[in-house]
């Protein structure tokens, strides 16, 4: 699919050749899109939305969880202030997605818009895949790449809205093996990590705690929680050298 | 939907937006300053990549979890480790992991 190191710059850079090898290396990530955006469609639409209103919902706010908990909390008839409080608290995560990428991509005018497709899932393809990519791919490499994404999120919200029923009894694993191209993706990018003690130490403490968190209900705080107390592992346990004598 | 609802989903799109673009396009500006690449704090460059570590623990836990689709995961995500350790690539080591985890739960589905 991709090199691991793709530093060239071609004598003929394409922008559309870029953003279509953005698509290309998204394609995993719809493992995880396609079967939530199916169920987020099925649960607006049970819970009094149109296909168009799950759609529009979608689009503009592009976040799996906190859709999930807007949806269900206009339901259970909360006021909107607060929905849109606790919206906004579950993405708060996002906070530091952003800063990580600012040095990997060039200054563009698109920005404003286009950050609206940083999701944690394109955030950990793009925090992977463009420091392997000469500099003048990378603009169209994510606008290829977030785009996709979001399309086939707002597409499998208004399948799961008009279909959800008959598309999850007729094919019942489609919900549960596709979504394993995530955790088998997010696999192969933190592995290179695991080549330095202390990293490893890091990546396996804040693996386990989120799994932890996930497993006692507490998915929405899981990835920021389970990053802290990683990052403290981090900073707390250093190895020493030992230079062995012959 | 009623106006009010319509309010309520723009402001959380806006708000999340915001969330997304004002960090980035602040670090931009940082980075653009006379300081460069120092002006990026070291606990974010740790941060980013056990975000990602994060993500994984997160969506290890199966769809429906029960000792089938454990083991299945597990398996699943050997071969995964295995293909990347060979190709060090994106694609197959996905791909064979899917499949790999696909076959356990219709196998154990095709078997009872």
């Given at each position: 699919m991709n090199s691991p190191v793709d530093h060239q710059i071609p004598d003929h850079h394409s922008p559309v050749r870029s953003a279509l090898q953005g698509v290309r290396e998204a394609i995993p990530l719809l493992g995880g899109y396609v079967p939530v955006a199916l169920s987020f469609g099925l649960v607006a639409t049970q819970a009094g939305f149109t296909t168009w209103e799950a759609a529009a919902i979608s689009a503009l706010i592009y976040a799996g969880a906190s859709q999930f908990l807007f949806v269900g909390m206009i339901a259970a008839g909360s006021p909107l202030w607060l929905v849109v409080i606790l919206t906004l608290l579950i993405n708060i995560?996002?906070?530091v997605y952003g800063p990580n990428l600012a040095a990997l991509l060039p200054r563009s005018r698109h920005w404003p818009w286009l950050m609206?497709?940083?999701t944690d899932q394109v955030f950990a393809l793009a925090l992977t895949r463009l420091p392997q990519l000469p500099d003048v791919k990378r603009f169209s490499w994510f606008l290829g790449a977030s785009l996709f994404a979001w399309a086939a999120w707002v597409v499998g919200t208004i399948v799961g809205a008009m279909a959800g029923e008959a598309v999850t009894a007729r094919w019942p694993l489609l919900g549960e093996v596709m979504p394993f191209a995530l955790p088998a993706l997010f696999l192969t990018m933190v592995?290179?990590?695991?080549?330095d003690k202390r990293w490893a130490l890091a990546m396996l403490v804040t693996i386990m705690a989120a799994l932890a968190f996930t497993l006692y209900g507490l998915s929405n705080v899981a990835i920021p929680l389970a990053a802290a107390l990683g990052a403290l592992c981090f900073y707390s346990i250093t190895f020493t050298h030992r230079s062995r004598r012959l | 939907m009623n106006s009010a609802l319509w309010i309520a989903v723009f402001a959380s799109a806006f708000g999340t937006l915001l969330i997304r673009v004002v960090p980035f396009l602040w670090m931009q500006r940082r980075l653009n300053s006379a300081a460069g690449l120092n002006a990026m704090p070291q606990w974010l460059t740790v941060l980013g990549p056990l975000m990602i570590a994060a993500v994984l623990g997160v969506s290890i836990v199966p769809v429906n979890p029960h000792a089938v689709s454990w083991v299945a995961t597990f398996l699943g995500l050997c071969v995964t480790l295995a293909v990347w350790w060979r190709l060090?690539?994106?694609?197959w080591p996905v791909a064979a992991g899917v499949l790999t985890f696909g076959t356990v739960q219709v196998g154990v589905l095709l078997g009872s």
């Open positions: 995560r996002h906070v609206h497709g940083l592995a290179p990590r695991f080549t | 060090r690539s994106l694609g």
